[in-house]
């Protein structure tokens, strides 16, 4: 079985973001993998796996694939590390891309690929555009599953049974391969994906794994092909356009009242809350 | 919020993606399973044991031994690594420094092919621990003077000696024990089992209180022929240990001053006393600034130490040199960053009165500050200034 994980770097979601000049200020930026990315990568690596017995199965292949700069290298490299076989890195400028230029470039490299998932994350935390996974699968007419909160690959793995998390409860989904799924924060609990292999009984830790350090030097020597856009025919350019960045407005300071009657006062005719 | 580094100088663009990746991969680790319990293993005086598995699984120990299960990384990154576990905490450094520099170390490089096959595979995963007893009570700063001896037996070597504040001595499966063979130090594999081998933890220790201190004592403890290091005789042996473990302490102890350094800028933005934050006032500035340019000085020695290493041009001096500045800028850091912390700064509930204590034991193991004094004075003048 062979699967596709798409990963995007973002600036780190940890730091704040900076604006300057009416633009997003990025001199300096820490990237990292889109989190919900490397939940997919993860997703893919326990479902080709043996997680008690830490064994890849027979035949398996990951493959991450990412559409950015040469720094953007870094985090396939990342993406290895943690076991991924092989990488593809698209070379364009970040600005140069938008979801349907990005899809453009994936429905390709699918078609060269041939794998039998896709696993993308929900979405990515910088434009939170929740877009690709998608118009992936509408491009190419596959089945997809997105939010996925658990995901089961079945003994012949024909197909996924996927649990996603919806207002009412969990919706559970099955779909054939090839297919599209998007994942969600809960597929990196202990018991989130199974796959007739991984004894059910085992626990993967909470989260995503980490890389080993014979991992890291073994990412070294794993191939990373370096395409152009124009490699793969893509002639499509961004759609969407930015108009402008701003930061929310400051949170105005809190006023401490001196009694309840006051209180009611103030959110009936200044807050006009009630 | 994750632990970001002090980078002022942007030395990270001088570290390959691979070392990056190690340092990140260890720094997110350090995040998620030491930080959050250190503090309180630190009050009880315990080691947190479970984390060794974890280092065996990360493949931190002997991380830059190349074979026999290890990742063989670049020293650089064995630093990083020392860096971001100091980062944590200096007793969990001190364990992977001894179990890496001073014990698989010289089993890699001095020790037979039985040797390595039976130990290194296990210590690199964790599964077994060791020691390093080179220290004596009467004998510190001059180990060469050393009483335990070793006399030859009909199928092998007998031990006879004392060895103190021995890191990881009680859970070691393992002891490498200094002792002198016909006056000559020579270096022994001694199980910990072995009859007339004891461990007694050393308490009361108020620095270091996450790691396990030790007295071991030898009463003709037998061992085999199979024992000894067959590569290394003289002080050559234990001092290459130390150079590797130096090495690594020069990085640890600038992942301890940015964890205060850390620790004190929040705080002093934070913290509004008169009419502004203090951080706005130029005393606390002073100490802040102070710290940055301390922190990136020690961040160049380390850097240039590990391409030093890694071209084979190290030499002795340099370590000392980096070691005796590293570890007492941190000492003045953490010092400081208490000091800026006001009285929070004396309590556990923040990191740096913990770095202050820990630090204390980093200044005078592995050479003390003024030992490394006396090793630059000497490199510098032709002149030694101790006996040797
Ligand atoms: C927590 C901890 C863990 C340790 N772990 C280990 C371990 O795993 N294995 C091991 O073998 N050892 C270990 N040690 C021991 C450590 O290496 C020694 O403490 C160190 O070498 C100093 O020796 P000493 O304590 O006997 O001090 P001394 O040598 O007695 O020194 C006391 C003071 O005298 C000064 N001094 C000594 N000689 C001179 C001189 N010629 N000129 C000027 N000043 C001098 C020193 O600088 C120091 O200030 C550990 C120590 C501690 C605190």
Known sequence: MKILVPIKRVPDPALKTKVKDGAIDLTGANWVVNPFDEYAVETALRLLENGEAGARVAGAEIVVVTIGPEDAAQQLRSALATGADRAIRVDAED??????????????????????????????????????????????????????????????????????????????????????????????????????????????????????????????????????????????????????????AARAAGQIVADIPTLVKKLADEAKAI | MAFRGLDYYGIDELLTDEERLVRDTVRDFVDRAILPGIGKHWSAGTFPMELVAHFGELGLLGSSLTGYGCAGTSPTAYGLICQELERGDSGIRSFASVQSSLVM?????????????????????????????????DFGSNPNGMLTSAVRTADGYRLNGTKRWITNGNIAQVALVWAKLDGVVRGFLVPTETPGFTARTIDGKWSLRASVTSELHLEDVNVGEDAILPGVSGMRGPLSCLSQARFGICYGAVGAAMACYDEALSYAKDRVQFSRPIAGYQLVQRKLVDMVSEITKAQLLAFRLGRLKESGKLTAGQISLAKRNNVSIARDIARDARDILGANGVTDDYQCGRHMLNLESVYTYEGTHDIHTLVVGQDVTGLAAFDR
């Not at chain 1, 997809?144 to 089961?152: I, K, L, M």
Request: contains cysteine.
């Open chain 2, 105 to 137: 170390f010289p089993i890699h490089a001095f020790g037979s092919e039985e040797q390595k096959e039976r130990w290194l595979p296990a210590m690199a995963a964790g599964k077994a621990i060791g020691c390093f007893g080179l220290t004596e009570p």
């Open chain 1, 95 to 248: 600005k140069a891309l938008d979801a349907g230029v990005v899809v453009a470039a994936l429905v390709q490299i699918i078609a060269a690929e041939k794998p039998d998932l896709v696993i993308l994350g929900k979405q990515a935390v910088d434009g939170d555009a929740n877009q690709v996974g998608q118009m992936l699968a509408g491009k190419l007419g596959w089945a997809q599953a997105t939010f996925a909160a658990s995901v089961e690959l079945a003994a012949d793995q024909k197909s996924v049974l996927v649990g996603r998390e919806v207002d009412a409860g969990v919706e559970y989904k099955r779909i054939g391969t090839p297919g599209i799924l998007t994942v969600d924060l809960r597929i990196v609990s202990p018991h989130s994906v199974k796959n007739n292999v991984t004894p059910a009984t085992f626990a993967y830790p909470d989260g995503p794994r980490y890389a080993s350090l014979k991992g890291i030097m073994a990412a070294k020597k794993k191939p990373m092909d370096v395409k152009k856009l124009s490699d793969y025919g893509v002639t499509t350019t961004p759609v969407t356009r930015e108009v402008g960045i701003e930061l929310p």
